[in-house]
Nanobody, 115 residues
Framework: QVQLVESGGGLVQAGDSLRLSCAASESISSFNHMGWYRQAPGKQRELVTVIFSTGDTNYANAVKGRFTISIDNAKNTVYLQMNSLKPEDTAVYYC?????????WGQGTQVTVAS
């Protein structure tokens, strides 16, 4: 059972940056894909970005050019760099790991962007 712990959320102003971290409790070097999702109040959870073991990435149109996903296998951590934040980015952000044919979720971290 892999534990995922997100951190780095908070309250920021529009235009600011944040970096979220998702630390895994064990090695993720054999991961299939890892991603960040978000869920705003009253809305369904949506995909923000995903990184595959090949290094390929996908981004939601709403965050393209502003958000960047990266992974540090040595630290068993995936990051989400968020720049030029907008109020509509306000949500709980979750990381998701798919490894060895199983899926794990973190507990989420709140990001609030004030206008």
């Amino acid at each position: 059972q892999v534990q995922l712990v997100e951190s780095g959320g908070g309250l920021v102003q529009a235009g600011d940056s944040l970096r979220l971290s998702c630390a895994a409790s064990e090695s993720i070097s054999s991961f299939n894909h890892m991603g960040w999702y978000r869920q705003a109040p009253g809305k369904q959870r949506e995909l923000v970005t995903v990184i595959f073991s090949t290094g390929d990435t996908n981004y939601a149109n709403a965050v393209k050019g502003r958000f960047t996903i990266s992974i540090d296998n040595a630290k068993n951590t995936v990051y989400l760099q968020m720049n030029s934040l907008k109020p509509e980015d306000t949500a709980v952000y979750y990381c998701k790991l798919n490894i060895r044919f199983r899926t794990y979720w973190g507990q989420g971290t709140q990001v609030t962007v004030a206008s």
